[in-house]
């Protein structure tokens, strides 16, 4: 059962993060994208405050499965563990760290942008 969450965990969270960067592109999710994107802010910086900066309840947990497979030796990154995971490298932490809140404030201005062009361009019709 931890096998399949740990392979589920990767693929989702993974996933989740293509979305978040990409997801105002096309009409039909940029709702749900800009919901993500600030949800995503939510939890970087306000839960942040209590548990860490750039906190994610989707690395928490998969964090904990891999516990429970005896891997111990995790990033507090999961875009650090995604890197190391994909091309063996390890990346300066500051530096993903620097391109992660770069990429999803990115994000955010672009779901944001979008969403009221689209919002306005409703109102007009």
């Known amino acids: 059962m931890y096998e399949f969450l740990n392979v589920f965990f990767f693929v989702f969270h993974s996933s989740l ?25 939510f939890f ?6 209590w548990y860490g900066f750039g906190y ?8 904990q499965v ?4 005896g891997y111990y030796d995790m990033p507090s990154s999961y ?5 190391r ?3 063996g490298c390890d990346v300066n932490k500051t530096l993903i760290d620097v391109f992660a809140v770069v990429f999803l404030l990115l994000s955010i201005c672009a779901s944001v942008v979008i969403n009221y062009r689209d919002w306005k361009n409703r109102k007009r019709q």
């Open 44 to 49: 970087w910086f306000i839960l942040g405050i």
């Open 79 to 83: 875009l650090t563990f995604l890197i």
């Open 66 to 69: 891999r516990m429970r497979l």
């Open 17 to 41: 993060i293509l979305f978040i960067l990409l997801g105002w592109l096309w009409t039909k999710t940029r709702k749900i994208n800009l919901a993500v994107v600030l949800l995503t802010a």
């Open 56 to 63: 994610c309840p989707c690395t928490d947990w998969h964090w």
């Open 85 to 87: 995971s994909l091309t």
